[in-house]
């Protein structure tokens, strides 16, 4: 406590700081030195945060209306949609805001690779964030199936065929999953309390986990420039970096609000084991894998498998292996070339396909 | 060893004061500079470069470099442009820093002192905590299983009229609606759809390769057998690639038509064979019956998609 408390707002603050420690804690989280200086690119972290706040906020409040059965699912989203004052509006951030969960975890675990910043001492905040990334692909895949619309129905049965394809436990899992054989209200009961209640607990736990950990380890700071250079160039977190975040997050919100706008959610036909004439397809970030499963090198029942679940599992092994394998202190991208070409060969392995899908879809109508 | 507070501060030509605090950097965690009270604890705080330290012979000295009067040009402190390491969050700062002027000491509990085998009560603590999980394994397990195992449903559906099938050799599609009953659920009705194709005899031949087709129930007992000769053949609206739904379609490379799933592009013949695509076996044939009057009957058998046998899901 700093002197005498001159009005009662000042001995509230007081009070609670006696018993709290605020004013520590609000010092340890703003001042923590950042190496050679905030950057708009460590600002995608902090969006991640912002986005999935937001996800909470509005997936709390589209469950004032909707109803997990197969029964009502497909009427009470069309009653968000077309009858709830601003039900469109949430429910379309909602939807967006995924998509902008997946292209700033791109954006954020891209960053993180090109600095070099998951070796020593910081592998495990890599790895947690792997999982991470695991749980925004599950919110995903679960958020999906909810509206119960002929697109959920089928992306629901095409992605759980694919886990299927597992080794040992496969057919296990996708029981698990559908709750029976095929897929109906026990899947949506399943993926209704996977996506509401698992998958945000264990969010939660984990991203708290990496920010104590990154804490911990302190921030990786710049890849070039001498210990003299990095110091003269160092400040707290907050003000800059603080400042950058919330600008980038007003960005995102913005953007997001726009796409909102621009092309708010509709849904299809209510699902049905009968597709009729709607071709079925996943979400945009999907689409890559997709497309790759419809090459003649992933054909027949040991290329499925590859395609569908070596490929991608030894990838994202590959991936939690990477600073185990990659020793060298070096962290600078430039003189980390097999890292450089990698990275730029698994981008444009991405975008050929998605965009192949996309142009796929002319050739279907 | 590192420099202590509280320890004397001597330069060649006599004491100068006391270490009163030490400045860290923030990225090295090395001590960067010793701040040296002049006098007997009320002069001026002094800074000194680490690198002026000559030598620290124990806890209650240090010697400095250079006369006193070297001593006086050092810059006098501005506290305002530090902060306490208590204000900051610097990761390991603590680690490697050995600066208190002494140990903080407090009393053990009585009761805690000299309790013998403090492991045998952790090791029991996670014993019961074992004891309290496992029996609720079966049960969850139990309870989370429920729904995920059912006897296949063998009866028989009317899906429509095969005197709507025109020409040979060309995939109809047949949808038909069916009660589906989950659970607590009431019984709902999900449209689903089937293909039938009047086949010549080479494709009833491709099809069924001159034998009949039988069907088995999970116990292994005969449902129903396919005529080898029958000239209607019934498929899975299924794809057994991924298990979308596939579509007859006429393309350029196939004007006389083709099965073709819209997902993977797998592309199957009139006699269910794969042409392209990544499908790993051929269009899944059901267990049909016509009766004179042209009634087309099926068991609705739905077979794990992906996978090159037939595995009964349904």
Sequence with gaps: MNGNPTNVFEKVVDFVDERVGLKTIQAKMLNEPVPGGSRWAYAFGSCLLFIFIMQVVTGILLMFYYVPSTDHAYASTQYIIHEVDYGWFLLSYHFWGSSAMVVMVFAHMSQVFLWGAYKKPRELIWLVGLALFGLVMAFGFTGYLLPWDQRAYWATVVGVEIMDKTPVVGDFLSRFLKGGPTPGQMTLSRFFVIHVMILPAALMGLAGLHLFLFRKAGPAGPFRGTPEQIKAKTDYFFPRQVWKDIVAMATVFLIICTLTFIEPVTLLEEATPDPGDYHPEPEWYFLFLFQMLRLKIFAGEFGQFLGAVAIPGAFLGFLAALPFLDRSPERNIFKRPIALIGWIAIMAVILIFTVSAILNREFLD | ?314
């Design chain 2, 1 to 314: 060893m590192q420099p202590k507070i509280k320890a004397k501060a001597r330069c060649a030509d006599g004491e100068v004061g006391s270490i009163s605090k030490v400045i860290v950097d923030p990225l090295s965690l090395e001590i960067s500079h010793v701040v040296v009270r002049e006098g007997g604890g009320r002069g001026v705080d002094r800074q000194v470069p680490i690198g002026q330290v000559q030598e620290i012979p124990n806890e209650e000295e240090i010697i400095l470099r250079g006369s006193l009067e070297e001593f006086r040009t050092f810059p006098v402190l501005d506290r305002e442009a530090y902060v306490t390491h208590h204000d900051v969050e610097i990761a390991h700062l603590e680690d490697r820093l050995h600066v208190e002027p002494g140990e903080i000491l407090v009393p053990s509990p009585r009761l805690e002192q000299g309790v013998p085998r403090r492991s045998f009560f952790m090791n029991m603590t996670h014993a019961i905590g074992t004891l309290i999980t496992l029996p609720l394994v079966f049960p969850v397990l139990k309870y989370i299983m429920k729904p995920m195992y059912k006897p296949f449903d063998n009866s028989w559906f009317s899906v429509g009229n095969v005197r709507k099938i025109r020409k040979e050799n060309i995939g109809y599609q047949f949808k038909f609606t069916r009660g589906f009953k989950e659970a607590f659920m009431p019984e709902q009705q999900i449209e689903k759809n089937i293909w039938v194709v009047k086949a010549t005899p080479e494709v009833q031949k491709a099809v069924y390769g001159g034998k009949d087709k039988k069907f088995y129930d999970h116990k292994g007992e005969l449902v129903w057998v396919n005529k080898a000769k029958a000239p209607y053949i019934g498929y899975s609206g299924k794809c057994p690639h991924l298990g979308c739904g596939y579509k007859w379609r006429r393309t350029k490379n196939f004007p006389d038509g083709v099965f073709l799933c819209p997902c993977h592009l797998s592309i199957y013949d009139e006699a269910g064979k794969v042409l392209d695509g990544p499908a790993p076996r051929p269009l899944d044939v059901l267990p049909m019956q016509v009766n004179a009057a042209g009634e087309v009957q099926i068991i609705d058998v739905e077979y794990k998609a992906g996978v090159k046998g037939q595995i009964r899901l349904l």
